[in-house]
């Protein structure tokens, strides 16, 4: 029989759920693979997929001990509209942690990892925004982008549904939503919440750090160049070749100098306004689902 995966961390994207999956992995009754992201579950969504078949899937956790709870973190699980069906067939007792981050802030940050890692061509979050309708239209994407369906920063960020299907499908004992500025005001304090609903004791020596903070480029313009070289780039490909053979790689050196930390000053207050109507009533929704409030929408 295959390794069962005992729980998953769904998602949202940008919403904390590397932290928690790092923090997870350091448990000593815990294996979870070395590649976040598998992405198995979610086959309605194109992603960067580590295994495309159930066998590759179960390998990840073939290193796991027989004591070890076995998870994975896939951060578009939440959004995919197959995924949690997928898991509960795979797992009718799984557990599954859903962590949720105000929506203008956790669209905001996608934005800024898509376009950090190259993703989104399009450097301004308010711009990205407003091209959503004519890429659902096939216009105006990005070459190396999987699935357009992950640009379209509302939808992504409109939890009601996505939550709602997750309690139609998972019963309520196994299912812990998490909110992501109550968790990482204090990590220490509500983690062990997240053990005692995995069964997992409280263990000694567990540590918080800032894991996968927002990046930007330092400069726009020159992040564009480096992404798309002028094709006199390409004439010195021998010369490269002899560089990377030394093991040095110019382009990544000054890609990461160009990295800085965070975002490049806030919204403009009228842009900012008009995405808090956008999810107001979503908002509202999700905190009736859930039965307490959330963030105030102002």
């Given amino acids: 029989m295959g390794h069962r995966t005992d729980f998953f961390i769904l998602g949202a994207a940008k919403c904390g759920t590397t932290a928690i999956f790092e923090y997870l992995s350091s448990h000593p009754d815990v ?3 070395a590649c976040k992201e598998p992405n198995f579950f979610c086959t309605d969504i194109g992603t960067f997929s580590a295994v495309s078949t159930l066998a590759e899937y179960e390998a990840l956790f073939a290193p796991s001990p027989p004591h070890a709870l076995r998870g994975e973190a896939s951060a578009m699980y939440l959004y995919s509209e197959v995924a949690i069906s997928r898991i509960m067939a795979h797992n009718p007792a799984a557990k599954v942690v859903v962590i949720l981050r105000h929506p203008v802030d956790a669209a905001r940050s996608f934005h800024a990892a898509a376009w950090g890692y190259g993703h989104d061509d399009v450097a301004d979050f308010e711009e990205a925004w407003r091209l959503q309708n004519e890429r659902r239209m096939g216009r105006h994407l990005p070459a190396n982008w999987p699935d357009p369906k992950t640009l379209h920063y509302g939808t992504l960020y409109r939890f009601a549904p996505q939550v709602k299907r997750v309690l139609q499908h998972v019963p309520r004992q196994q299912c812990l939503i998490l909110v992501y500025e109550e968790f990482f005001a204090a990590p220490a304090a509500h983690f062990p ?3 005692e609903f995995l069964g997992l004791r409280v263990h000694r020596g567990a540590s918080f750090p800032i894991v996968n903070p927002a990046v930007r480029p330092r400069s726009p313009r020159l992040a564009r160049l480096l ?5 006199w780039f390409r004439s010195i490909t021998p ?4 560089v990377h053979a030394l093991g040095l790689h110019p382009l990544r050196m000054l890609q990461r100098a160009n990295t800085g930390k965070g975002y490049k000053g806030p919204l403009r207050e009228a842009f900012r306004g008009e ?6 009533d979503d908002v509202m929704e999700l905190e009736q689902l859930l039965g ?3 963030w105030p929408m102002r």
């Avoid at 010369?239 to 002899?242: E, K, S, Y």
């Fill in 193 to 195: 919440r997240v053990l």
């Fill in 275 to 280: 995405l808090l109507r956008y999810f107001a």
């Fill in 292 to 294: 307490r409030p959330l």
């Fill in 227 to 231: 992404r798309q070289p002028p094709g």
């Fill in 239 to 242: 010369l490269r070749r002899v």
């Fill in 31 to 33: 294996f979870m693979p």
